[in-house]
């Protein structure tokens, strides 16, 4: 990428929702987020951990040294499934050429890139973070964070893929957001064009684990969204999370989350 075409473009950027943003933090452990509408552009780095974020259609991994610059009022979605949690970075921001605020800027939404050296954007992450706690630095701070966007968009980028295969996206788009519909994975590879073997080989390339244990923990996210947020019985949850066996389900949910389905509840309930 050329750098210049982006100074060009704008040659400062004002901080948004300070003073929460700029933000570092690790997620949890099968961590969700969601964001649509929001009037500011967003500067988005992953540090560590591993998932899948998409947007714009396009499902794209989640990789230490992953980076996004969000356009305003688009659609994310991002999720952690298993492994290492997430580490990330973000910055609300909006663009400014000379003293003009810009709602659009030639080339972003920036989607999807891997940086070639995760040790540098540590670095200059670093150096924000620290800047950001002397609230009376808020002119140096948008500096700092206005160089670590160009140098995003300037530096090499490593050949890690862009975007996962959109039969895979569809998968896990499946998976994540209609577990229970997915009754056999050897029809869903069929609906997508693919073999079994194919797919399952595919998937793991990409996903890094199998289909059929990414389903499992995409159930037990949907299990333990609705242990929190219903009324619903553990059977009634497992029946509509495709389970015939309530034990099989129960020793499912405890593997992942330490504790049973109705001891979870009852944690939850006592901590709300």
């Known amino acids: 990428m050329n750098t210049n075409r982006y100074q060009e473009s704008f040659d400062r950027v004002a901080l948004v929702d300070r003073p929460w943003f700029p933000y570092l933090c690790t997620e949890v452990k099968h961590w969700q987020w969601e964001t649509k509408g929001d009037p500011h552009f967003n500067l988005w780095v992953a540090l560590a951990g591993a998932g899948y974020l998409t947007c714009d259609g396009q499902t794209y991994p989640i990789i230490p040294g992953s980076f996004f610059i969000f356009s305003p009022k688009q659609e994310i979605s991002a999720a952690h499934y298993s492994g290492q949690r997430i580490t990330r970075f973000s910055a609300h921001f909006l663009p400014v050429k000379g003293e003009r605020t810009l709602d659009q800027v030639d080339g972003l939404p920036c989607l999807g890139e891997v940086a070639n050296s995760v040790d540098r954007l540590?670095?200059?992450?670093?150096?924000?973070?620290?800047?950001?706690?002397?609230?009376?630095?808020?002119?140096?701070?948008?500096?700092?964070?206005?160089?670590?966007?160009?140098?995003?968009?300037?530096?090499?980028?490593?050949?890690?893929?862009?975007?996962?295969?959109?039969?895979?996206?569809?998968?896990?788009?499946c998976f994540r957001d209609a577990p229970a519909s997915v009754h056999s994975i050897d029809s869903l590879a069929r609906s997508l064009g693919l073999s079994r073997s194919h797919f399952d080989r595919r998937f793991a390339q990409q996903v890094g684990q199998a289909p059929n244990q990414f389903l499992i923990n995409c159930k037990m996210i949907h299990a333990r969204r609705l242990i929190e947020s219903t009324q619903l019985r553990i059977g009634e949850i497992a029946h509509s999370l495709g389970y015939r066996d309530i034990y099989f389900f129960s020793r499912q949910f405890k593997d992942h989350f330490g504790s049973s389905p109705r001891h979870y509840r009852s944690a939850t309930s006592l901590n709300p």
């Open 122 to 173: 540590r670095q200059q992450i670093d150096l924000i973070m620290r800047i950001a706690v002397r609230r009376e630095e808020d002119a140096m701070l948008e500096d700092t964070i206005y160089r670590l966007i160009q140098n995003c968009l300037g530096q090499p980028l490593s050949s890690a893929p862009v975007s996962i295969d959109p039969r895979v996206a569809r998968a896990i788009e």
